[in-house]
Every structure is written in C-alpha cells, then in structure tokens.
C-alpha cells in the first residue's frame, strides 16, 4: 500500500504538476528535488499545507512558455523536505501512482493543476510480487550499457535489490531522452516496464561509434 492509499479513489483529483523533460517518478521510487523557482516554490507551500501531493510530468512539445503536458505522469508524496538558507527548498518525492491528464484548469495560481485519472493505475498502489525474474540477463544487458557509457554503480547492491527497485531505480536514474523515459512511465506493468529498459540498454550498447564490444568498466 503506497502512504496509506488503499485505492485510486484515495486520490486528489486535482494535483500540481511539475513539467521536467528527463526527470521522471515510478511507484516507490524517490526523487529529489531543488526547488528554486518562486512558482514552485509557492507550489511546495501550497502542498505542504494540503495532501503533500506533487505530479511530476514530462512535456509533450509546444511553445517554450507553455509546453503541451505528457499524457501520463506519476504523482508523489513529499516525504522529506528542507529549507536552505537562500530560500530554496530541497525536497524529496515518493512515488505514489501514475495518472492520466484528463485536462488541465485554468487555475489562478502561477503552476500548473490537472485533473488526474488514477484509475488505470489504481495497481501501482500495491507492492508487486517477486516474480521470477532473468536476472542474469538483465544484469548482462545493464552492464553492457554502463561499459560503453563508462558509468559505474554499486554492482553489490543492484544484484541483491528486489526487481521492483531495481528496474524503477535504473529507469529513472539512467541518462534515457525524454521519449524514452515516457516509454518506460508508460509500460503496462513491471514485468514490461523491465523488457522495455532491458531492450533500450541493448540497443544503446550496441550503437557504432564506441568500438566492436563495451570498454572495461572503470
């Protein structure tokens, strides 16, 4: 159960969202946040003070003032926040649930409300089973994608993670284009959500330009 939402209906229908092309939030996955911009800034406030719900969402193309919003996005909680001493707010989201964009309000403050659809991802508030799971496969196809990249992470830690924060974690944190990233929000399920990054970290390994094979990892 995501923080104490039992069913899609526990959920704002009404939500801020926060437009960031290439930061993307999944169930149970944590995001931080620099809040420097005073309309979102004014954005945390107002959360704070109500549900502590933010809605991060990609853009979908459109004028640089006003980008169209992505179809779907993931709402999270505030779970941790803090305040610099030059105002800023560093403020850390968990994932919730994803949501559908069924319009957005023309609401009189200076971020951006939608009404959100919960209801198609009313599964994303449950923990999924640990499936059987080719890890070794992944496994493979992610450190062929770190190889050619020179990235490194704590190798310990991925192959003792449980599927689901492993396969959220990565699809998050990898340097994926936009497009890419809304594929891997949109996924139906886990399950498919890990055939997706698995076959995006192939095909980047094997793009020409870095030489025949992965270089050592460094």
């Keep these: 159960m995501a923080q104490g939402y039992v069913k899609a209906s526990d959920l704002p229908q009404v939500i801020p969202v926060f437009p960031l092309d290439g930061a993307i939030l999944l169930p149970r996955g944590q995001l931080p946040l620099n809040i420097f911009e005073p309309r979102y800034l004014n954005m945390v406030d107002d959360a704070m003070a109500g549900d502590r719900i933010i809605g991060m969402i990609q853009c ?115 340097p994926f284009d936009p497009a890419e990233k809304q594929a891997l929000i949109e996924a139906t399920d886990l399950t498919a959500r890990a055939g997706i990054l698995t076959a995006m970290m192939r095909i980047d390994a094997a793009e020409p330009g870095d030489g025949d094979a992965p270089g050592p990892m460094q």
């Design 60 to 174: 979908a193309g459109g004028p640089p003032h006003q980008p169209a919003l992505a179809a779907v996005g993931c709402a999270g909680r505030i779970t941790s926040f803090a305040e610099t001493s030059d105002g800023r707010y560093l403020i850390t989201l968990t994932g919730v649930s994803r949501f559908r964009v069924t319009n957005e309000l023309g609401a009189p403050t200076p971020y951006r409300q939608v009404r959100a659809a919960f209801a198609d991802f009313e599964a994303d508030l449950t923990p999924p089973a640990e499936e059987d799971f080719d890890r070794p496969d992944f496994m493979a196809a992610l450190r062929a994608y770190l190889g050619r990249r020179q990235l490194e992470i704590d190798w310990e830690m991925a192959e003792a993670a449980p599927r689901e924060a492993l396969v959220n974690s990565l699809s998050m944190a990898l």
